[in-house]
């Protein structure tokens, strides 16, 4: 499953985005997750631009340039294709940042590693699709 972004029905509440800091978190709970050290960060924005919603998340790029940038080999593009940083792998030379055409990757400077929206890999469900009342973010085959 993937996830679509259909702006008309978004109000920038930005539930999506605590719950996908909260799912990445190291306690998986809301009243910890914030307080926690190292932070826990969202790994998609939402924001306004043009006066509309806009929703800043990885695109899963059929031929990604992050990973073609990525020198230590911390970018896969899998089967599903969903492309996916190992934060492990990342050394943090930022070139994946500046290959992203679309903004979509992240730094954290303070444990010195690039991220991204991995679709909750792992989880059954994707936190910010979940968290998401106004039916802007939905589950599609496509």
């Not at 972004?5 to 978004?10: A, L, Q, S, T």
């Not at 790994?43 to 990604?64: E, F, G, Y």
């Not at 492309?83 to 055409?101: L, R, S």
């Amino acid at each position: 499953m993937k996830k679509k972004f259909i702006k008309d029905k978004c109000i920038t509440c930005k539930q999506c985005m605590m719950e996908c800091s909260v799912r990445h978190s190291a306690s998986g709970n809301l009243y910890d997750a914030f307080t926690e050290t190292p932070k826990s960060h969202y790994r998609l924005q939402v924001s306004i631009r043009k006066d509309r919603p806009h929703m800043t998340v990885c695109q899963n790029c059929a031929k990604p340039k992050c990973m073609a940038s990525c020198e230590y080999g911390a970018i896969t593009k899998y089967e599903d294709g969903n492309v996916v940083i190992d934060t492990k792998k990342c050394v943090g030379c930022w070139a994946c940042v500046e290959a992203c055409p679309f903004g979509a990757i992240t730094k954290n400077a303070e444990l010195n590693f690039a991220f991204n929206c991995d679709d909750c890999r792992g989880f059954d469900t994707m936190a910010c699709v979940e968290a998401c009342k106004t039916g802007a973010l939905v589950y599609t085959d496509k």
